[in-house]
């Protein structure tokens, strides 16, 4: 697929997609979120292999404004069907991002809002600027967070602040989003880019395995009995033990040489 509304790179083994419509804020509207499918699918078939980590951005002053409101005005008058399958639709977008076996990164500039704020917590870590603003802001027009918002919001900041949140579309500035446990690392903007590409590149010489495995497992960890949580994580160990990956960590940590994958090296 060529490109229009986002931009899609691969390089060092990390994948950059940068949404692309920087005159809406980058709003989500029914190319972008296509063409936003499609790079997701790309980089699924190449995860683990060409690519071992995903950074996801917003071109010119925002992270992602949420939908596109000349599609929202439209969607009012088809009725309920109409928008149950475009929401149907989303929901399997993002899915698919959150299913991704690599580490995924979010730099957020700007505003992360509605729908953009899901896709900022749709990743696995959030790096933000000090300019980055995050708001459920579906409630100032009447509507429920959508692209899975409902799900992944409470089980980042809990209940209480869910509700919170939602309730009141209030906005949070970069520093009580990183209390909330919405964002890792705040950032100058000119940074930005710079230390998501660096955050994510920390992950190239890792076990995509072992990344792969422990993902698929935490991605379902509250809703998972515990027995099938642990057989899960059995499973996946008897898998990573396997691997040629472990195999040579071991003898290198035997050896006393140094391993492949050192965070803080």
Known sequence: MAYSEIAFDVSDGIATITLNRPDTRNALGDALRS???????????????????AVLTGAGRAFCSGGDINVLKEMAGKGPDAMRARMQAAHEIVAAWI??????????????????????????????????????????????????????LPRIVGMQRARDLVFTARALDAETARNYGLVLEIVDAGDLQARARAFAGKFVDASPDAIGLAKRIMNVA??????????AEADAQAAANATDYHRDAVARFLAKEPLAFDWER
């Open 35 to 53: 063409e936003f499918a499609d790079a997701t699918a790309e980089i699924a078939a190449r995860a683990g292999k060409e690519i071992k980590a």
């Open 99 to 152: 299913d991704l076996p690599i580490p995924t990164v979010a730099a957020v500039n700007g505003a992360a809002a509605g729908a953009g704020f899901t896709l900022a917590i749709a990743c696995d870590f959030a790096i933000a600027a000090h300019d980055a603003r995050f708001v459920m802001s579906f409630g100032r027009i009447g509507l429920v967070p959508d692209w899975g918002a409902m799900y992944l």
């Open 222 to 231: 509250f809703e998972t009995p515990r027995a099938e949580a642990f057989a």
